[in-house]
Nanobody, 122 residues
Framework: QVQLVESGGGLVQAGGSLRLSCVAS????????MGWYRQAPGKQRELVAG???????NYADSVKGRFTISRDNAKNTVYLQMNSLKPEDTAVYYC????????????????WGQGTQVTVSS
C-alpha cells in the first residue's frame, strides 16, 4: 500500500502562485508514475500534470507554461508549482501514483491522495 498526503492549497488572487506538495509513504519502491489531477465543482476530474521517476513530465494544455511538476525521489515527494493562476484553476487538486505512468495518465492510478483545495479569486 501507498499513502499520499497533499499540502499547499489555499486561497490566492488571480495572477498569484501556489506550490502543492505530495508526500508518498508505504510501498513506494513500486511507484514509477506520479501526478496531479483536479476536479472543479460539477466537472470531471482531469489530469493536470504527470511525471515519471526519471523526471519526464507531461502537462495538460490548459496549464502548459504556467505550471511545473517536479519530483524529489529522495524525499518521496512530488511538487506542483502553479504560477499565473486563473479563477478557472479553482478546484480540488489530487495527487496520484501508480507503478505505471500510463495508469496515471489514463486516470486509473492505484493510489489517490485526499485532495487539497485551491481557490483563485478574480
Amino acid at each position: 500500500q501507498v499513502q499520499l498526503v497533499e499540502s499547499g492549497g489555499g486561497l490566492v488572487q488571480a495572477g498569484g502562485s501556489l506550490r502543492l506538495s505530495c508526500v508518498a509513504s508505504g510501498s513506494i519502491f513500486s511507484i514509477n508514475g506520479m501526478g496531479w489531477y483536479r476536479q472543479a465543482p460539477g466537472k470531471q476530474r482531469e489530469l493536470v500534470a504527470g511525471i515519471t521517476r526519471g523526471g519526464w513530465p507531461n502537462y495538460a494544455d490548459s496549464v502548459k507554461g504556467r505550471f511545473t511538476i517536479s519530483r524529489d525521489n529522495a524525499k518521496n515527494t512530488v511538487y506542483l508549482q502553479m504560477n499565473s493562476l486563473k479563477p478557472e484553476d479553482t478546484a480540488v487538486y489530487y495527487c496520484a501514483a501508480d507503478r505505471l505512468m500510463s495508469a496515471v495518465v489514463a486516470g486509473t492510478p492505484g493510489y489517490w491522495g485526499q485532495g487539497t483545495q485551491v481557490t483563485v479569486s478574480s
